[in-house]
């Protein structure tokens, strides 16, 4: 049975849009939990546009599950990830000026190096170390040879596909990611755009052990609460 890992960013990004102290992103976390999730996702970015050093810190000491942090290859972060010690580390590709992470890793280029640096140090130092990838078999052989403990495989580009014969095209190359992760023996993650909507295609890979959805969870439980919060405030008010 497929795991799923709630992130919290966005309950931070609500949060941080009035730097007031809620919603809180560890509460969220903890209903999370209640509410039957396998595992938390943090993504602690070089500008701390949403998630904060302190939610890390306090996230460490409340999950009960398994916390994935999400991070850029930079020696701060690899610091604070052998300092926090989250159940997993997922290195992503990180810039200033994007809204989210807009595709997986390049293995290929320079940086390759680096990140199979910063790959070894965190495994030394206990951690699991997976490779946000894009569903390209070379970028995935590589990642082995870097000796990642597995592949998140990006589903950005699927989520964001409108035409049928093309969504199908890239469902098969997840599929072949897949496979191909699961046979060099890796774990097996997918994530990025998955919604109530699209994720069942996704779903019917049985190697993909974990999902990691944030925005669609956040944005619906804002409209599902709605009714609610307005009850209460109208009983207050009258
Ligand atoms: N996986 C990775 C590596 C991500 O960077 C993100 C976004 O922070 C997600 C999963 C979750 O994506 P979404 O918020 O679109 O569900």
Redesign the pocket.
């Known amino acids: 049975m497929a795991r799923l890992s709630v992130?919290v960013?966005?309950v931070a990004t609500l949060r941080q849009a009035r730097r007031e102290s809620e919603p809180d992103p560890v509460t969220a976390a903890m209903l999370a939990e209640t509410a039957g999730a396998d595992g938390i996702?943090v993504?602690l970015r070089e500008d701390r546009r949403h998630i904060q050093d302190r939610d890390l810190a306090v996230l460490k000491k409340m999950v009960k599950t398994s916390l994935n942090l999400?991070m850029a290859a930079t020696g701060e972060m690899v610091q604070i990830a052998m300092d926090i010690k989250p159940d997993m580390v997922?290195i992503?590709p990180e810039k200033r000026e994007e809204l989210?992470?807009e595709g997986g890793l390049d293995l290929k280029g320079h940086n390759r190096e680096e990140i199979k640096r910063f790959t070894r140090t965190l495994k030394d130092s206990g951690l699991k170390v997976n490779l946000?990838l894009d569903p390209d078999p070379e970028q995935i052989k590589i990642a082995h040879k870097i000796d990642a403990s597995g592949v998140?495989i990006?589903?950005?580009r699927y989520?964001n596909m409108r035409d049928d014969h093309m969504r199908g095209q890239e469902v098969k190359r997840i599929y072949n990611a897949a496979n191909l992760i699961s046979k060099l023996g890796m774990a097996v993650?997918a994530?990025?755009?998955?919604?109530y909507r699209n994720v069942s295609m996704i779903r019917e890979i049985g190697e993909i052990e974990e999902f990691?959805?944030?925005?669609?969870?956040?944005a619906r439980s804002v409209t599902a609460g709605i009714e609610r919060a307005v009850r209460e405030m109208v009983e207050l008010v009258r």
Do not use: P, R
């Open positions: 992130n960013d966005h996702t993504h999400e997922t992503v989210t992470t946000f998140e990006h589903t950005g989520a993650h994530g990025h755009g998955l919604d990691a959805i944030g925005f669609s969870i956040i």
